[in-house]
């Protein structure tokens, strides 16, 4: 039987918490992905092209001295889209970040080419990643 869409989400929720970036690139993420970051902060914008989407959850890491987690609610299709909810927490410069996240994956055949992310607090994650 095929993986659905939904367990390809899990798994992938599965590696970054591993930090097994070697499944993104080789079964979950298509070459030219894009990464949707909203807000005003350092990390906001498209992240466009796998190296670079590998690149900003490093740096998530790196900026947070690899306090960043996330903490799956759930995964729902959507139409021909795939949507999870999930908690990211961090702490960085005697700031801490707790806030709900959604993500809403596109794929590309079996594999994601886009994630478009939104915050429950948009504000506090500007705040938090300056």
């Not at 987690?69 to 995964?75: E, I, N, Q, T, Y």
């Not at 707790?98 to 994956?105: H, S």
Request: no cysteine; proline share 2%; aromatic share 8%.
């Amino acid at each position: 039987m095929a993986e659905s869409k939904e367990d390809i989400i899990r798994r992938g929720y599965k590696a970054f918490g591993e930090g097994d970036m070697d499944t993104f690139r080789s079964s979950i993420y298509t070459p030219d992905v894009v990464q949707h970051m909203p807000g005003s902060n350092q990390i906001s914008g498209e992240h466009k092209g796998v190296d670079n989407v590998l690149g900003l959850y490093g740096q998530l890491f790196e900026l947070s001295g690899g306090t960043f987690a996330v903490d799956l609610k759930s995964v729902k299709t959507q139409g021909d889209k795939v949507v999870s909810v999930h908690r990211a927490k961090a702490e960085r410069e005697g700031k801490t970040l707790d806030a709900d996240e959604t993500i809403e994956f596109t794929f590309s055949g079996d594999k994601v080419s886009r994630l478009d992310l939104t915050s429950a607090d948009q504000a506090a994650e500007d705040a938090f990643w300056g």
